[in-house]
């Protein structure tokens, strides 16, 4: 394309399906307000205008300022017969999907930046350079979220690394946070090196890097091979193997999960809150985005292709959780705790991409829902609920960990002995959101894994091995019981020792207020239920 | 207006929220007033529901289907249905309602409420603001399980009831408080995952084989469809042995009761009359709820063998178990597994006089077991000692206190004219007819129950209350009252179950009228079950022949309701 024809572009038309230059920049609105209010936090300092107007305010205008203009596009795209497009020559496409999660990580970052601002980290000196860093890894989620092709979905990656990375280390002073970055640092640029390896080899023998060109080609070079004596099949497997580490890494799956309770030990809570959430949900998108394009409508040989990611998937599910659940049961600090809890709810939320991916690799009519068009959508519907439900609980549970922190400067279990009869708000919210995370009703989480367990339950039709899935999946709800119920155990039945360091907090004061709104919203999502599910249903009608 | 209904189930809750969000350092003093008056309020409004539900006219046989609620209230939840023209209308809803059963296990819960405020009233001074709250909490979840007729609604608030009693037992509990509370909500955590799974299946094999039903999740539709097409042998096999396993816990049965005497010793006198009041009813309740009208089959076939089995063991094991106890807590809890055992071979008996007589031991259960739970609590904040050899001659020091625990265990023990008698009678007759011979047995075995019930149970009576006096040295620190007969407030306490008791044994017919349309509907499925064996069919009708003669009065009563 020469430059006339790509200034052509860029000032007048759509191409099919694709949105002029223009119009991109139009729909990439949100990521540039937020990218200005970087700008404009790093200029304040310069003129230190910071002085006068503390930098979170510039944070959170931008973020609200963003979310906002999601949620406009969320009602463009209910009102009119707007339909998705590509954007940015097919770099990133722009449907309900993007949205919903776009609208998701804004949202979510409003409420981390309200809770740095109430727990006081980081300090006056150093809020330009983590705000910058946060709304630059927000950023970076979105584009993974809206990724549309392979580099993208690198540079997304990447942009929501990098970040993370600096975040982590934030507590410049402490060895245990600068080792817990540097770790995170090394993991990472090691699971970013296979992957763009395994990238390279995908675009290589497909041809095409387009998400959306995936699946045809892979059925018109596989259509005559047969088996893993080929060696383009081998190559295909590799390389899907090798993309796999980059997201397990991201997703804190087994084995790359070694960083992950490192990393949120030596990392601020509230950097903790944030990674366990924002980057899971943005590597999920990301994941499903993948998969479901290469899964393609299931016909030919991509049902072989679809299936065989779907139990590899299944199977890392169950090692994880599995995993997860036993070793946060014996910690002792509760953000390594938490870290493994993040780990073993990564490992559900993977059972439903696992079930996604079975339900795709047929195309005949199973149950419940009437016809196999509706089975890919619910068990992306479940997930989407479970990342919703996720965000408040986790949240709720790291913010309250950092608001005792502020007070007692320790983060063990065990110092949080009796603290319902100091501060009984903490300690309610800290039981809703750790009931909440086990999934006992009438808690948001109940229904978050139960729309999973209900798609792996459908997807046992397909294959036996989900049954194996579904059993991983109960008793793990039952062994994660024990060491979120000790939590729950600690704060509210024992006393509170003598020389314990005294909490107080007034159940009327802004911290207390801002934990009552999370974990109240954690109840309400298991009391009314249905128009989330709805949004989330129709963001997962995009993908099919 | 929201209707009387909800009133009912959500005022309890309302109230706990008052509490604690408006005073959460209230005094003790406070704090249980503010519970009385709830649990009162509530209690109040159960019986104007009660009167509405009387008031409505009665359902004639053919227009109803094995599951009837009525004051229905039904509101969708979640519409699963939204995503295209093809899926059926599936949804969740908020499905309200009352039949006879529930409407008395509901007014069971209310009366117990109260009684367990009041018996907490100078036993609880801790914290006693969540102490009441968490009561409270629990309160509504208890009625709501019972008024719920959506299975996932049923399921949710079967289990929300786990987390208010978790704190009651752990935070105000015994010494081993802690353990208890944990083993206690693991095990039936456990098993109610399962028993959700197959509630869904249950749910999506019906689904499949008729696609018209466009609310599986309806109790009463589900039933219905299931009554007209029923599903094969082995699918209902799998799904009776999956949604059981959950019940099997809270009821308890036998091999799954382990959980109950600790939970039950560590308890607080308040919790161990809720938890075994009504929390274990949840059980039978789904049982008799989930399993005899949606699965015939399999109840018939795997079920009464087997829970006939389980039962009648459970009847002996836990009265053996009863039997060679110390601690006088644990004795009664262990006789609660025996009790159990007799709701549950009424209920499996699969006929009207043992799904009646099941029905009606659940009532009699809570209220003799929950009256000598409170016994218990009262002597023990007495003399700090619950343990038989410890305690003797109580009668002569309490007698007042000692008159209501020969009464209580009369009735427990199931003496003609109180209310345990006709309870245990109807399980054990119904069963006795049931099952081609091994029916037989299965209420041979139960009958010793009732020997060995009368053993410990007097035993206990004889020893702590009528042997030579010899109590525990008074050493209680200054300001303490010196040790007193019941007050006023205890008596308050005791004499509704007590009366009830005696009211029940006299004249059970009011009772079994309420809950008769609902029983026979149930039973009459089996009626058709059977009828597909000619040899059973011969057999059943037979007894049945024999039986009205024999039973005309207390069973089947007068044909029509009040």
Not at chain 2, 22 to 50: E, H, I, K, M, N
Not at chain 2, 432 to 452: E, N, T
Request: net charge neutral; with cysteine; hydrophobic share 55%.
């Amino acid at each position: 394309m020469d430059f006339e024809a790509l200034f052509k572009q860029f000032l007048s038309g759509d191409v099919a399906q694709q949105a002029s230059i223009l119009r991109s920049l139009t729909i990439f609105l949100p990521e540039l307000v937020l990218s200005c209010s970087i700008v404009l936090m790093l200029v304040a300092r310069l003129v230190s205008l910071d002085r006068i107007i503390p930098t979170h305010w510039f944070a959170l205008l931008g973020g609200m300022a963003s979310f906002v203009i999601v949620l406009f596009q969320f009602w463009e795209f209910g009102n009119s017969q707007t339909v998705p497009v590509e954007v940015f020559t097919g770099l990133a496409i722009h449907d309900e999907f993007s949205i919903f999660f776009r609208g998701f990580l804004t949202f979510f970052l409003v409420f981390v930046i309200a809770l740095t601002v109430l727990t006081g980290i980081p300090d006056d000196e150093d809020a330009p350079d983590f705000y910058s860093l946060l709304c630059g890894a927000v950023i970076g989620m979105m584009l993974m979220s809206s990724a549309n092709h392979l580099l993208m979905l690198f540079i997304g990656i990447e942009m929501a690394s990098v970040p993370s990375y600096a975040m982590t280390g934030f507590l410049k002073g402490k060895r245990r946070s600068s080792e817990a970055a540097l770790k995170f640092v090394v993991y990472g640029a090691g699971a970013a090196g296979v992957m763009l390896f395994g990238i390279s080899l995908l675009t290589g023998i497909l041809g095409t890097a387009q998400f959306s060109e995936l699946a045809p080609r892979f059925q018109a070079v596989f259509a005559s091979h047969a088996g893993m004596q080929d060696p383009a099949t081998r190559c295909v497997a590799l390389a899907l193997l090798m993309i796999a580490v980059g997201f397990a890494f991201k997703l804190s799956l087994v084995p790359f999960h070694f960083w992950c309770p490192d990393a949120f030990h030596g990392a601020p809570a509230e950097v903790g809150g944030f990674l366990s959430v924002g980057s899971k949900a943005a590597a999920f998108a990301l994941l499903v985005r993948l998969t479901t394009s290469l899964a393609g409508d299931g016909s030919g040989a991509l049902s072989q292709l679809s299936l065989s990611c779907g139990l590899g998937l299944g199977l890392i599910a169950i090692v994880t959780t599995t995993f997860g659940n036993l070793a946060a049961y014996s910690q002792q600090n509760i953000k390594r705790m938490l870290a493994y809890s993040t780990i073993a709810h990564a490992g559900y939320m993977l059972m439903a991409v696992s079930a996604l991916l079975v339900l795709q690799s047929v195309q005949t009519d199973l149950v419940f829902q009437g016809n196999h068009q509706e089975n890919g959508p619910r068990a992306m519907e479940g997930l989407l609920y479970y990342l919703c439900v996720y965000l408040f609980m986790n949240l709720g549970a790291f913010a309250i960990v950092a608001l005792i922190r502020n007070q007692t400067y320790s983060e063990e279990i065990d110092d949080y002995k009796g603290l319902a009869q100091q501060v009984p708000v903490l300690a309610i919210c800290m039981a809703i959101c750790m009931f909440s995370l086990v999934g006992i009703p009438p808690l948001g989480g109940f229904y978050g894994k139960a729309f999973i367990f209900a798609s792996v339950y459908e997807a046992t039709n397909v294959h036996w091995f989900m049954w194996v899935v579904l059993a991983a999946g109960g008793l793990n709800t039952v062994i994660s019981l024990f060491y979120y119920l000790r939590v729950a155990k600690t704060m509210c039945m024992d006393t509170r020792p003598a020389d314990a360091v005294p909490v107080s907090m007034a159940a009327s004061s802004s911290p207390a207020l801002y934990v009552m709104l999370v974990s109240g919203m954690v109840v309400f999502l298991g009391i009314i239920i249905d128009p989330l599910s709805k949004v989330a249903l129709h963001a997962a009608h995009a993908l099919f | 207006m929201p209707s009387l209904l909800v009133i009912m189930i959500f005022l309890p809750a309302i109230a706990a929220v008052a509490l604690l969000l408006l005073d959460p350092q209230a005094t003790a003093v406070r704090a249980r007033w503010v519970a009385l008056l709830a649990t009162v309020a509530t209690f109040l409004v159960s019986w104007g529901v009660a009167a509405q539900f009387l008031a409505l006219p009665q359902v004639s046989e053919t227009a109803r289907g094995p599951v009837h609620p009525q004051l229905v209230q039904r509101h969708t939840w979640l519409d699963l249905s939204q995503a295209g023209p093809h899926s059926p209308g599936v949804k969740l809803e908020f499905f309200l309602g009352l039949d006879g059963i529930s409407l008395s296990l509901v007014l069971l819960t209310t009366i117990l409420t109260i009684s367990s405020v009041l018996v907490s009233w100078t036993a609880i001074k801790d914290r006693a603001a969540q102490f009441y709250a968490c009561l409270l909490i629990l309160e509504t979840g208890l009625i709501g399980v019972f008024c719920s007729f959506d299975i996932l609604l049923f399921y949710v608030f079967f289990e929300f009831t786990l987390i208010p009693l978790f704190f009651l037992v752990g935070i105000w509990g015994g010494p081993l408080r802690r353990y208890a509370a944990g083993k206690f909500f693991v095990y039936t955590l456990a098993g109610s995952l399962i028993t959700l799974l197959g509630l869904v299946s249950l749910v999506v094999t019906t689904v499949q084989a008729n696609p018209g039903l466009t609310t599986p999740f309806s109790i009463p539709d589900l039933a219905n469809t299931l009554a007209e097409h029923p599903l094969t042998p082995t699918v209902q096999f799998t799904l009776f042995l999956m949604i059981a396993a959950g019940f099997m816990v809270k009821v308890p049965l036998f091999p799954f009761h382990t959980w109950l005497p600790l939970a039950h010793v560590e308890a607080p006198t308040a919790g161990s009359v809720l938890l075994a009041g009504v929390l274990l009813k949840l059980g039978t309740y789904g049982f008799l709820r989930m399993l005899l009208p949606m699965l015939p089959d399999a109840c018939l076939h795997t079920g009464l063998p087997l829970i006939g089995a389980m039962a009648s063991i459970g009847i002996i094991y836990g009265s053996f178990c009863a039997l060679s106890q110390n601690d006088i807590k644990k004795l009664v809890a262990y006789s609660s597994v025996a009790h159990l055992g007799f709701c549950m071979l009424g209920l499996f008996a699969l006929n009207i006089e043992g799904i009646s007589g099941g029905v009606l031991q659940m009532i009699n259960h809570g209220l003799s077991t929950g009256a000598l739970f409170c016994i218990v609590g009262m002597f023990y904040e007495r003399y700090h000692t619950r343990q038989l050899n410890e305690l003797g001659g109580l009668a002569t020091k309490l007698p007042l206190m000692g008159v209501a625990m020969v009464f209580t265990s009369f009735a427990s023990i199931g003496l003609p004219g109180l209310n345990g008698f006709v309870g245990e009678f109807l399980c054990l007759a119904g069963m006795f007819r049931a099952g081609d011979g091994q029916g037989v047995i299965f209420s041979a075995l139960g009958a010793m129950g009732v020997v060995l019930g009368a053993w410990y149970l007097l035993g206990v009576v004889q020893h702590a209350f009528f042997g030579p006096v010899h109590l525990p040295a008074e050493h209680h620190g200054p300001g303490h009252e010196p040790i007193a007969d019941l007050n006023a407030r205890e008596v308050a306490a005791l004499a509704p179950l007590l009366g009830l008791c005696l009211i029940l044994g006299l004249f059970p017919q009011p009772l079994l009228d309420l809950i008769r349309p609902d029983v026979e509907a149930v039973a009459k499925l089996y009626g058709n079950v059977r009828a597909t064996n000619p040899n059973a069919f011969m057999h059943a009708s037979l007894n049945n022949h024999a039986s009205q003669k024999n039973l005309p009065s207390v069973a089947l009563g007068s044909e029509v309701r009040p």
